[in-house]
């Protein structure tokens, strides 16, 4: 509006992010203590193994892919206001390639954890062999690589127009070749990441179907990656890189989605679970049931009011979303309350005895966490911490005051 | 209108631009007459600032009508499906909350939507008839300051209004062109 009256600095390129060693050392130990815990699950309790590395698998997949999908659109929308935070949102990407090998890991404990991939259980099951033609290990293996290699293919390409373009800055060529990928990737990931959540969460009740599982998964996808860019942006910030180019109306934008997403959240998993509580059918409800007796009730209790409620009224007034603290308060909380709707997702369907959460759950998280703030760290040394070449990121920079 | 029977409103001052109108305006802030206002073609941001707003308590309204609607809605199904008249749907207990849900998620959203506008019409005392157009270029391309002659002096504090005073106030901001503004009746 009235932009003419700003005067018009010229932006200093803060470079790339190099940690401190003790940072990168703590990182490494946690892998190192995630290693060593994951060894000893699989030697010691492999029934709690299984569960526990699913969940962190898929909950840092989430992360990672997360971070395409938010850079997507805003390459799709050609958004302003997010131009100095969509170079933190792209370095989560570099977990993906790990996501691969995890996902491989995923193949060879799936005797373990999907109970369809046992012929005998499957022989005379009515249900069951008339889903075989979708529910087999050869196609559950081909499909989930050919969606993960798809992401990798369009984060290969997204990211790298996007660190093309810090070489050769102001060039309008970038932008439009991503506006081009972003949209195709965007319905790769929406079917991709809909069947992937069918396959590695749904399918470990085979006789249970939900089509809004897709749409939940992606609930908390969204939900958490927005928490973890809004924690490293304000890192970035706090360590001065980004201090020049976020300002608390950047943070303000952030902290509305992250709020719009937990009523996003909320809306969705309760549409699921009303459609299937009112319809009553007998294929439907064991899935909600499980989780609503006695050793599960209170844990969905825990889901409900910490993944919905607490951050509701946590970010409801302004000045939440514009404090750096409180933001970082509602992210780090977020995150938590991610893992727990995974491990509601997944465990209820191995342990009838209510929530398992020690050493073995954990200490995998630690060491994901660890490798996960690695790879992104490395990204981070290796580029530019803000996408610097885009020709919004003026306008996103000094005209984004009230 | 008779001409002898004009009552002074107050001074307006008219700007070109919205950079001086902007500075302008805090120099108004800061002279702290009791009333003021800006009229402009189109939202100036950092205007809020530049006039001492405080944040409105608009929220508050909302928050409260969010909260009454949510209860009505509740009440309202609770009372008709468990106390008035309960009726035994699918061997379902008569007090089914998950069923309320989408019924207190929609009275949630009208009643703060509803409530959200007649607090705005409210806090910003409209529909006013009483007051003319100053000028039709406020709408258009010129941005006006005006610095009103309170009707009651509530605040011994604040700067009082002297007509000769205000108009040369105004013209060292840089006001194209001051004029007084006479009370009108409705239309």
């Known amino acids: 509006m009235s932009a003419h009256s700003h005067v018009e600095k010229e932006l200093v390129n803060p470079g790339s992010f190099h940690a401190s060693g003790r940072l990168k050392g703590v990182l490494f130990l946690c892998a190192l203590v995630g290693l060593a815990a994951t060894a000893g699950a699989f030697f010691t309790d492999t029934l709690r193994a299984w569960p526990s590395f699913l969940i962190n698998h898929f909950y840092f997949l989430c992360l990672g892919l997360g971070g ?3 850079a997507a659109i805003q390459w799709l929308t050609g958004a302003m206001w997010s131009a100095p935070v969509r170079r933190v949102s792209e370095s989560f990407t570099a977990y993906l390639p790990v996501a691969v090998l995890t996902t491989v890991v995923i193949f ?3 005797h373990d954890l999907f109970h369809w991939t046992h012929p005998e259980v499957v022989k005379g099951d009515i249900v069951l062999e008339g889903k075989a033609p979708y529910l087999n290990e050869a196609f559950f293996i081909v499909r989930n690589c050919v969606f993960l290699l798809a992401w990798l293919f369009f984060s290969h390409k997204m990211i790298g127009n996007s660190l093309a373009q810090d070489q ?3 060039n309008y060529r970038f932008n439009l070749k991503n506006r081009v990928l972003a949209p195709i990737f965007l319905v790769v990931f929406g079917f991709g990441f809909t069947f992937t959540s069918f396959d590695q969460l749904m399918s470990l009740d085979p006789h249970w179907f939900s089509t809004m599982f897709g749409v939940y998964a992606f609930a908390g996808l969204f939900y958490s990656n927005l928490a973890i860019t809004c924690l490293l942006t304000i890192y970035l910030r706090r360590k001065g890189h980004l201090k020049e180019f976020v300002n608390e109306n950047h943070l303000h934008d952030l902290g509305k989605f992250m709020f719009a997403f937990t009523v996003f959240w909320a809306y969705i998993g309760f549409s699921q679970f009303m459609l299937i509580w009112y319809a009553n059918l007998p294929e439907e409800t064991g899935y909600f049931l499980r989780r609503m007796d006695d050793a599960w009730m209170g844990f969905s209790l825990v889901l409900f009011f910490g993944k919905f409620i607490l951050p509701f009224f946590w970010l409801l007034p302004r000045a939440a979303k514009r404090s750096e603290s409180r933001l970082m308060i509602a992210g780090i909380f977020m995150l938590i ?14 342990f009838k005895d209510g929530p398992h959460i020690g050493w073995i759950e954990i200490g995998m998280f630690v060491g994901f966490a660890g490798v996960f703030g690695l790879t992104v760290l490395r990204f981070l040394s290796k580029n530019n911490v803000v996408a610097i070449g885009d020709p919004r990121l003026q306008e996103s920079v000094f005209h984004h005051h009230q | 209108m008779s001409s002898n029977a004009q009552i002074l409103e107050g ?5 070109d631009d919205p950079e001086t109108t902007l500075e302008a305006m805090k120099k108004v802030t800061e002279a702290n007459y009791e009333s003021y206002d ?9 205007m809020d600032d530049a006039m001492g707003l405080k944040r409105s308590p608009l929220p508050w309204i909302t928050l409260a009508a969010g909260i009454a609607g949510v209860s009505l809605a509740f009440a309202l199904q609770y009372w008709t499906s468990v106390v008035d008249w309960p009726v035994n749907v699918g061997g379902k207990p008569f007090n089914s909350w998950p069923a309320f849900v989408p019924v207190m998620f929609e009275l949630t959203i009208l009643f703060s939507g509803i409530f959200t506008l007649l607090g705005l019409l409210g806090l910003c005392r409209l529909p006013n008839t009483g007051r003319k157009v100053i000028d039709p270029s406020i709408t258009r391309d010129r941005f006006a300051i005006m610095i009103d002659l309170p009707k009651k002096v509530r605040n011994s504090s604040c700067k009082p209004f002297e007509e000769s005073e205000v108009t040369q106030f105004l013209q060292s901001l840089g006001a194209k062109d001051v004029r007084k503004v006479y009370e009108e009746g409705w239309f």
């Open chain 1, 68 to 70: 395409l999908f938010f």
């Open chain 1, 108 to 110: 060879i404990g799936m």
């Open chain 1, 168 to 170: 050769d800055p102001g």
């Open chain 1, 337 to 350: 309350a991610q893992w727990v709707d995974l491990a509601w997702l997944v465990q209820p369907e191995f």
């Open chain 2, 11 to 15: 001074v307006v001052g008219f700007f």
């Open chain 2, 38 to 46: 800006s009229y402009t073609p189109y939202p100036i941001h950092g």
